[in-house]
């Protein structure tokens, strides 16, 4: 092993299975002191077990893994911590009723005294950590389900660092910040690796991969298929290191796509404190993306539209007709559709299968005239989903929370087919999901487009936007600023549009 003075993590023939999947096939891994790499793979390409086997989640079963140059056995989170090892997952694992303080130094409180919680001392290392991380202006004694998301997660990385990490492990951390909270984030990191400290910066943000890492490691398929200097690569390149094969057409809009009648027109939507006054129609057959800066008010467009929030003032018609949707049952019967934001939150029932899942929204549809389940109507409906849309599962009564989150994305997109709705809305549908799953999302999005479904998307991504919709409204300052269509849908229009400048 050659630069064992600097190396912190040496990971030899690394292998796991679960019954019928080989999940990490010998992975060999080797990370510096003060490095940032990126982790970059499809979902189920294994980097999720790779990252449960480094932080004592999963225990391997074979393989050899060095750290700080000893030979070490990481079987529980305990040991993972104790060496240094701190990951920061997707999900949030703070504590949401505790104050931010007793969060960042919850490991350091005597159990048996529960004053020291409150302590003066406490929290005036609290605040210095809080500075440091540009939330200086927020109270450590705040109780931490107070907080933006985006606050949230900078206070999540916040109490890995304080821990004197050696290795932090970062899994899509930048999926709830804003562009603002992205760039302290990442101000953040350089610092901790100045202080030496390493990351693995696991993202389907390929952006911003490039701008942060020093390194990329790519997986796929259970196997680690090349490391590289970031700045050898370009990102066609990697791309397709990611899929396996020539980087394809993924964007399957086609700006010629037929318009059919109108099928849905907001008129004067008013929602305190952010919408002051939107219009917009949408037709048969198109495909319509709200654009906006984090904080615009676009997914509280689309809530009341659906009938999960109200509105202060405003009209909804739909196929002509004047509508008032009191909630998400009303909406569903005049034919909408809609794939939120969280789909963990909003979208999935974690603990329930496949099968409760995708027939939840049409549960009518399975049943006969003295209201019993036709068990296999519904099991043959579920397996034509599972093979349309390629769900990745052994089988379709699997609970929802073991797929990957590009299959879960899929069991929520299946649910809504199974109602064959006529206006269909998206909700930043393909965040957190791989380059593979992002390419099926959009065949299937075009299609329903062009079988005549009205389709409304967004996205946090504007090159999703300008690629796969036929016109774009831009939401700034509670109002429609701009509207685009054609030619004219391109990043610098839009940018411009969203932010002023």
Known sequence: MTNDYEQLLAVTNLSKSYPGVKALKEINFNLKKGEIRALVGENGAGKTTF???????????????????????????????DLGIAIVHQERSL???????????????????????????????????????????????????????????????????????????????????????????????????????????????????????DSITVFRDGSLIDTANSKSL?????????????????????SSTKKGKEVLKIIHLKIEPKIIDVSFSLHAGEILGIAGLLGS?????????????????????????????????????????????????????????????????????????????????????????????NINTPSIFRYVKFLSGGNQQKVVLSKWLETKPRVFILDDPTRGIDIGAKAEFYKIISKLAEQGVGIIFISSEIQEIISICHRVVVIRNGKINSEFSGIDINAAKLLMSMTGD
């Open 51 to 81: 990252v449960k086997i480094l932080g004592g989640v999963v225990k391997p079963d074979d393989g050899i893994i060095f750290f700080n140059g000893k030979n070490v056995r990481i079987n529980n989170p305990g040991i993972a911590s």
């Open 95 to 213: 504590f949401p009723n505790l104050s931010i303080a007793t969060n960042l130094f919850f490991s350091e409180i005597d159990s048996d005294n529960s004053v020291f919680i409150f302590d003066r001392k406490l929290n005036e290392k609290a605040k210095k950590i809080l500075i440091e991380f540009g939330l200086g202006d927020i109270s450590p004694s705040l109780i931490v389900r107070r907080l933006e998301p985006g606050q949230q997660q900078l206070v999540e990385i916040a109490r890995a660092a304080v821990k004197n990490a050696k290795l932090i492990i970062l899994d899509e951390p930048t999926s709830s910040l804003s562009r603002r909270e992205t760039n302290l984030l990442f101000s953040i990191i350089k610092n901790l690796k100045k202080n030496g400290v390493s990351i693995i910066f696991v993202s389907h943000r390929l952006d911003e991969v490039f701008e942060l890492c």
């Open 234 to 254: 370009t990102n066609t390149a990697l791309i397709e290191m990611i899929l396996g094969r020539e980087e394809k057409e993924m964007y399957h809009s086609s």
């Open 297 to 389: 008010g676009k997914t509280e467009i689309v809530r009341s539209i659906f009938g999960l929030s109200k509105m202060d003032s405003g009209e909804i018609l739909i196929n002509g007709s004047t509508e008032k949707i009191q909630n998400p049952r009303q909406a569903i019967k005049l034919g909408l559709g809609y794939i939120p934001e969280d789909r963990h939150k909003d979208g999935l029932i974690l603990e329930k299968s496949i099968k409760d899942n995708i027939i939840l929204g049409n549960l009518k549809s399975y049943s006969n005239a003295i209201g019993w389940m036709d068990l296999k109507k519904e099991n043959s409906a579920t397996e034509k989903h599972r093979k349309q849309l």
